[in-house]
């Protein structure tokens, strides 16, 4: 079967990686600086332009405007309905008055390595990147999107990056904690409490129902890692009861489909989104992330999506999220000679082009294809994939933005992982869907070779670009603070894949750190009037 489907691959255009029998009719749209964007025709939408946002069109509002809107809405807006959940405001403000506001940046550095959320907090704001304080239809303290796809690297907080450490359950059990230890007080307070103790008690009922839900059976929640499909299921209200995964049966029914966020710098090329390349659409925003719980009303969603807040988060995550080049966020030299022989590398026949595209010997893109890799010929973890099983991706086919290839007529858009195009790949470790390969080095080397464990911390090993993958810990974490490295470790199913030499792992080491040289130099264009690219240092550089 492998052998099968590789020699499909074989056949087939530096842009294509959708392995079908039959010819597909491919055309070409130009995308941002110059790009040129393959899309099969029979797929409705296109990769997203600038011009198919109404307020755009209308001339309502220029790119820029729109895309900084949405850059504040980004970090300090949740565009929750239905049932947000969250902390009450009120309890909240409670534990954050124990500390002048002045001494709120310190007192959350003092915490953050007991309760490990991963977030990070600017001096001057109130509360750490992805909470967000809403008013309506209560006031609560929740978070939005921004904490799972706002990432630092190097002490640059970069907006789009999947964040490397965020921890839902140690978010959840804080939030349970808050809740729980202030409801004797609330008690206490008799009449004038009754309201926040009502309220409380709610969002603790709504907050273990969502835990009970969300990471029973999966045993790869650590930091870095979020349970997408699980979302998707409660979100469908195809999950709605914990009983519903009381038994190995329901479990199976009901699949984790544990990944890393995956970086959003990629969509202005794309029109096949997720990691699976499952939905053909071009807003991934807009669904299912308004309300956890599922909604009802779906002509006030429908009018929701419409909205000047959303299509402002439109324009941001797509055409403002930023590819930067190495020496915007390392700040070391490149060798150019090896660089230079890394891109010959790159783009030698039934290499890495056919799959990731092409690029100019700066490293910046030039053509790309969405597509599909069978999960045949990719061999990495196939849970994900698994996961969005047909009658769960039949709640996409719902709307009218939506279209699910496979179940609307296109069955060879087969199950698998869509490849991306390569927007400054040296942020996105570790590297897999699974987060299981420490950096480049590791992901180049053949699947049996690679170690199934490596050093999570924020010191960068830049010659191998990311994790140090050691048996014991290298010099440079020794004076680290204990909470700031973590030893992660994993099975084989989330380091395989990826492996022949279709995926450069048959190369010598001297072709190796070669190709690495040139994959540091790898970016993607920015879209024309998007702004400048939002790069927020955490400490003045």
């Not at 007080?185 to 969502?210: M, N, P, V």
């Not at 699974?434 to 080095?441: D, K, Q, S």
């Amino acid at each position: 079967m492998k052998r099968r489907y590789s020699a499909i691959l074989a056949s087939m255009t530096a842009f294509s990686a959708v392995a079908i029998a039959a010819v597909s009719p491919f055309i070409t749209q130009e995308g941002p600086g110059g790009s040129q964007l393959t899309i099969d025709e029979r797929l409705p939408f296109k990769v997203p332009r600038p011009g198919d946002l109404p307020l755009i069109a209308s001339g309502e509002m220029t790119l820029e405007e729109l895309t900084a809107e949405g850059l504040h809405n980004w970090f300090f807006d949740a565009q929750l309905d239905g049932e947000p959940f969250g902390v009450p405001a009120e309890v909240f403000d409670f534990y954050a008055a124990l500390a002048p506001p002045a001494e709120h940046t310190m007192v959350f550095e003092l915490i953050e390595p007991f309760v490990r959320t991963g977030l990070s907090k600017l001096p001057g704001d109130k509360l750490p990147r992805g909470f967000v304080r809403i008013s309506r239809p209560e006031p609560l303290i929740t978070q939005n999107c921004s904490a799972c796809h706002s990432g630092v690297v190097n002490g640059m907080l970069i907006p789009g990056l999947g964040n490397k450490w965020y921890n839902q359950k140690a978010i959840i059990q804080n939030a349970k904690l808050m809740m729980e230890s202030s409801i004797p007080l609330l008690q206490a307070g008799g009449s004038r409490s009754a309201d926040i103790l009502r309220r409380t008690e709610r969002q603790l009922a709504k907050l273990r129902r969502y835990e009970a839900l969300y990471g029973v059976g999966c045993d790869d929640l650590g930091p870095g890692m979020i349970t997408a499909a699980r979302i998707w299921e409660i979100s469908s209200k195809l999950l709605r009861d914990p009983a519903q995964l009381a038994t190995p049966e329901g479990q199976k029914r009901f699949p984790c489909g544990a990944t890393k966020p995956p970086p959003l710098n990629t969509l202005r090329f794309r029109n096949l989104l997720f990691w699976d390349g499952s939905v053909n659409s071009q807003w991934v925003a807009h669904w299912p992330m308004f309300d956890f719980f599922g909604f009802d009303d779906y002509d006030h969603w429908t009018e929701k999506v419409k909205s000047r807040s959303i299509q402002a988060v439109d324009a941001f995550l797509v055409f403002a999220t930023p590819s930067p080049s190495w020496r915007d966020i390392m700040r070391t030299r490149l060798d150019s000679t090896a660089a230079k022989a890394g891109h010959g590398i790159f783009h030698r026949p039934q290499s890495c082009a056919s799959c990731h595209g092409t690029y100019g010997e700066d490293g910046m893109l030039k053509t790309f294809g969405s597509a599909i890799t069978p999960l045949e010929v990719i061999g990495t973890d196939p849970e994900r994939a698994v996961a969005a099983f047909d009658e769960l991706m039949a709640e996409f086919t719902k709307y009218g933005w939506a279209f699910v290839p496979r179940i609307q007529g296109l069955p060879e858009y087969v199950p698998g992982y869509a490849p991306s195009p390569l927007c400054s790949p040296f942020l996105n470790f570790p590297y897999l869907h699974t987060a299981g390969v420490a950096n480049l080095h590791e992901l180049l080397l053949p699947e049996e070779r690679r170690r199934r464990d490596y050093w999570q911390s924020d010191i960068i090993d830049e010659k191998h670009v990311g994790f140090y993958a050691a048996a014991r810990m290298p010099k440079r974490l020794e004076f680290q603070p204990p909470h700031a490295v973590l030893r992660r470790t994993f099975p084989d199913a989330k380091v395989r894949g990826h492996s022949g030499p279709r995926f450069g792992t048959a190369l010598s080491e001297p072709e190796r750190m070669q190709l690495i040289e040139f994959m540091k130099t790898m970016r993607c264009p920015e879209e024309a009037g998007a702004g400048p690219p939002p790069i927020i240092p955490l400490r003045p550089r």
